[in-house]
């Protein structure tokens, strides 16, 4: 059985929360998750975020039950690109969204098993036994700096262009996804969050934190918000978490001895 749970703040410093997050199940019984952190300003990373989360939403609600992994694979991916071309549409035809674009990170499950789709700097993490192991690559000019060797891991938290991205969702009329496999066994949890969390929380604090199998999900998610805004919070927060909870129990039934 997979549990779900979302949350979002504004933060302490941004007027509007320009970050989309849903998750839930689809129509046939897959679980779906996305956040979408808007970039552009205002109104505009506000629109694009949601138009990409929709848009996506809306093309894998409907999916037919029980297709094979690889399906699910292309049906996330088309869903990502479409998403692309509806923003940048948006885009070019207003000029007050001129400048808009997204990041994405979403998972499609078909119970404990599928794919992340990214583009961007949001995050998703694989939480086993109290660690966070991060699953997406940062698509930023910080990440392809040290990539290439240019900078060390410490300079790129504090690197001044840290928060350029080098890819982004809607920019462009060509983009690009990444796709990742994930299963998850009983006990283990997908975290996915925008940049407002991980670049505020360390992995260490996100890993405890979410693995807290003694409370709620709600309160888990909470917790991580709370640990956001205590560090500062002058980004928008959002994070939404899958929890593979074994297998549901069943009643027992009495029989009557013949």
Avoid at 147 to 176: C, F, W, Y
Wanted: charged share 25%; glycine share 8%; with cysteine.
């Amino acid at each position: 059985m997979i549990r779900t749970v979302q949350a979002s703040d504004i933060g302490r410093v941004r007027t509007v929360n320009e970050d989309s997050v849903w998750i839930g199940a689809t129509r046939h019984g897959y679980t779906l998750g996305i956040i979408a952190d808007g970039m552009g300003g205002h109104l505009a990373g506000d629109t694009a975020s949601r138009l990409a989360l929709e848009t996506v939403r809306s093309l894998l609600d409907p999916l037919p039950p029980e297709l094979p992994e690889e399906e699910l694979k292309t049906a996330l991916t088309a869903a990502i690109m479409e998403a692309n071309a509806t923003v940048y549409s948006e885009a070019q035809g207003n000029e007050e969204f001129h400048n808009m674009g997204t990041t994405i990170v979403a998972a499609l499950l078909k119970d404990a098993a599928g794919f992340i789709g990214h583009i961007g700097d949001s995050r998703a993490y694989l939480i086993q036994s109290g660690t966070a192991r991060q699953l997406t690559e940062d698509h930023t000019l910080v990440h392809e700096l040290f990539k290439s060797g240019q900078i060390s891991l410490d300079e790129m938290d504090h690197h001044p262009r840290r928060n350029v991205l080098s890819r982004a969702l809607g920019t462009d009329t060509e983009v690009s996804a990444d796709l990742v496999h994930v299963e998850l066994e009983p006990g283990e949890l997908l975290l996915l969050c925008s940049d407002g969390l991980s670049n505020y929380v360390s992995p260490e604090h996100l890993g405890k934190v979410a693995g807290i199998h003694e409370i709620s999900l709600e309160e888990r998610a909470d917790r991580l918000l709370q640990l956001a805004l205590l560090a500062g919070g002058s980004d928008n927060i959002s994070v939404a978490m899958l929890e593979h909870q074994g297998e549901a129990a069943v009643p027992e039934t009495k029989e009557w001895d013949t």
